[in-house]
């Protein structure tokens, strides 16, 4: 089975540049999440995609961040203008659904660098 | 607001030593996790503890969970070189929420030397 797939795999950018991520879930996933993970932290949940609605926003600074899933199956996730903390790895996962016993996969991650 | 600590946030241990993480959870949740990270790696999901009292152990791990205490521990027995990883728990931040949706503490950085 395919794991989650995440491009490019590293970016290097400008602060105040735009940025772009891509992810396409495991086949038959309704649920995709992005995290965001700053060197020496844990990852933080930025949103949560059930088929193409959001299910959960709350810690996505929207201001500059934006996310989609049009079609219910790829993402694309945001940075419009970046700023030099967005430094991170920003991570997707997906699951087949939303009961506690439905394990999440995370992808390997597109590590940004906002100089 | 949700918190979730985990201590310690570096590990050195050696080769055939035991040794426990600790991940403490400021409200109640009804679902807790631990994760692998390998450098540049993703998340490997370890273990799922989902009531009071849950035990798992797979290998040299072992995953204990005390709702009451809002306390899990991954105790490791035995350490060997290719544990050396970086530990994270994580916990549920909605009552019967996704898996995916969660709050992940800091990590801690295990280095099992010979």
């Known amino acids: 089975e395919a794991g989650v797939a995440q491009s490019p795999r590293y970016k290097i950018i400008e602060k105040r540049q735009s940025v772009a991520f891509w992810c396409n879930p495991i086949?038959?996933?309704?649920?995709l999440y992005w995290y965001q993970q700053i060197l020496g932290q844990g990852p933080k949940l930025l949103i949560q995609?059930?088929?193409?609605?959001?299910?959960?926003d709350s810690q996505l600074p929207k201001d500059r961040f934006s996310a989609e899933r049009l079609k219910g199956v790829d993402s694309t996730l945001k940075i419009q203008p970046a700023k030099l903390e967005d430094s991170a790895v920003y991570l997707c996962?997906?699951?087949?659904?939303?009961?506690?016993?439905?394990?999440?996969?995370f992808g390997q991650g597109t590590r940004l660098t906002v100089v | 607001e949700l918190k979730v600590e985990q201590n310690p946030l570096f590990l050195s241990m050696q080769e055939g030593k035991n040794y426990t993480i600790y991940c403490n959870y400021s409200?109640?949740?009804?679902?807790l996790y631990w994760y692998r990270q390998d450098p540049g790696k993703s998340l490997e999901s370890l273990f799922v503890?989902?009531?009071?009292?849950a035990v798992k152990q797979e290998g040299r791990l072992m995953a204990s969970l005390d709702t009451k205490a809002r306390l899990s521990t991954l105790h490791i027995t035995a350490a060997v070189h290719d544990l050396s990883a970086t530990y994270f728990c994580a916990v549920g931040r909605d009552y019967g929420g996704s898996q995916g949706n969660l709050i992940f503490g800091k990590g801690t950085k295990l280095s099992v030397k010979p």
């Open positions: 995609f059930q088929n193409n609605g959001v299910v959960d």
């Open positions: 409200t109640t949740s009804d679902r």
């Open positions: 503890l989902l009531s009071n009292g």
């Open positions: 996962a997906s699951s087949v659904g939303q009961g506690i016993r439905t394990e999440a996969f």
């Open positions: 086949s038959g996933h309704a649920t």
